[in-house]
């Protein structure tokens, strides 16, 4: 048996200042809010193109419902010239009632349930806004404190292993010890990608859509190649941005959720050394 006295006890480290925890938690509720609205809003016309103008025979993504040779219906998704048969999830499904509607997105992941998109835009624009907030009041901190450059910017060192961080990842082989002190390559290239290239893309791509916005700034449908290629980019922006919340939910729960759950709460991250963890 070995004794307690020699056995490495985990470190605590402080390891995200208050700022980081308040604006990410406020982004997490924003982002959460802005799809479920988002969802709402592309229900009143779920179909996606390229260009200025809605051109049913060019769409790329649509989700309807198909009347049947026997007088049923069945709800089609469409990418490209593939069709899928999604009834019940995408295109066709059941109301609050019980009863099939022809609509994109299910009632239970739009906000609000029931068809309202007037109230589904408010929920969206408030959010949005709320959203770019604490996006550029994140920013300014992570500018000033050096946040960035200290623990976002991948070293050299990091970038030469990444082979072997990621197949480190792919056998859920976490770092310890003095390496769980900062963030791995493909966490910090992962953030990079998301605040600086996704987030700041799915902004400029909403306001593209806005008609006042056209009126200031014209030139930005051009930039985008016009208001139905930028709510494409908006949709595949919000959907890249889902996928990284998905991952970055199941790394949470690989690596400890109560950990992380706690270092995002009060700051402090326990570390877990080799030996200590061969030691309970």
Not at 105 to 128: M, Q
Not at 241 to 260: K, P, R, S
């Amino acid at each position: 048996m070995v004794s307690s006295a020699i056995v490495p006890q985990p470190e605590i480290v402080y390891r995200h200042s208050v700022m980081v925890r308040i604006t990410h938690w406020v982004n997490a509720f924003c982002l959460l809010v802005l799809l479920v609205s988002g969802l709402q809003i592309f229900n009143a016309h779920p179909t996606l193109y390229f260009g200025e103008k809605s051109e049913p025979d060019r769409a790329v993504l649509s989700m309807r419902a198909v009347e049947q040779p026997d007088g049923s219906y069945r709800g089609i998704t469409t990418i490209g010239s593939a069709q899928f048969d999604t009834t019940g999830v995408l295109g066709l499904s059941r109301d609050a009632s019980g009863e099939y509607e022809d609509r994109g997105f299910p009632s239970w992941i739009t906000l609000p349930s029931y068809r309202d998109l007037a109230t589904g835009r408010r929920w969206h624009f408030f959010f949005a806004w709320l959203f770019v907030l604490n996006g550029l009041a994140y920013l300014i901190y992570a500018a000033w404190s050096g946040h960035v450059r200290r623990d976002l910017a991948p070293t050299r060192s990091q970038l030469r292993h990444i082979g072997q961080s990621i197949w480190e990842h792919v056998r859920f082989h976490f770092p310890k010890g003095e390496e769980a002190k900062s963030y791995n390559v493909l966490q910090k290239l992962a953030y990079l990608a998301v605040i600086f290239g996704l987030l700041p893309l799915v902004v400029l791509t909403g306001l593209t859509m806005s008609p006042a916005m056209n009126a200031a700034f014209p030139f930005m449908l051009d930039v985008f190649g016009g208001r139905q290629s930028a709510r494409t980019i908006h949709f595949l922006c919000a959907t890249g941005i889902t996928l990284f919340v998905v991952v970055h939910l199941v790394m949470v729960v690989a690596t400890g959720t109560w950990n992380n759950i706690r270092s995002m709460i009060t700051g402090r991250y326990v570390i877990e050394t080799e030996e200590a963890t061969h030691g309970k």
